[in-house]
């Protein structure tokens, strides 16, 4: 079935940067593409950015161009968002997911707590 696990989560000040990685277990995702999305309370799930199989393309939301970045190693099976210049309104849980080419997000992470204070 295959899992993903993140990971990196955690206080941080208002400014500073964090990277989170997202491990797959079990299989490989080599040939997903792989997204990150956020849940801040009371919030709907936002979707941030997502990078295709080989790592070179990648989109991100309006809302975090410019201070994130999303990377992955096929080797490590691993995705990573690369947050800067974090803002209190960053706060959220941050979820990795995966999905075949041209289909849907069908795998999740449990997602990692990330609260910036002010």
């Known amino acids: 079935q295959g899992q993903l696990v993140e990971s990196g989560g955690g206080l941080v000040q208002a400014g500073g940067s964090l990277t989170l990685s997202c491990a797959a277990t079990e299989r490989t995702f080599s040939n997903y593409i792989m997204a990150w999305f956020r849940q801040a309370p009371g919030k709907d799930r936002e979707f941030l950015g997502g990078i295709n199989w080989s790592g070179d393309r990648t989109s991100y939301a309006t809302s975090v161009k410019g201070r994130v970045t999303i990377s992955r190693d096929n080797a490590k099976n691993t995705v990573y968002l690369q947050m800067n210049s974090l803002k209190p309104e960053d706060t959220a849980v941050y979820y990795c997911?995966?999905?075949?080419?041209?289909?849907?997000?069908?795998?999740w992470g449990q997602g990692t707590q990330v609260t910036v204070s002010s």
């Open positions: 997911a995966a999905a075949p080419p041209n289909g849907k997000y069908d795998y």
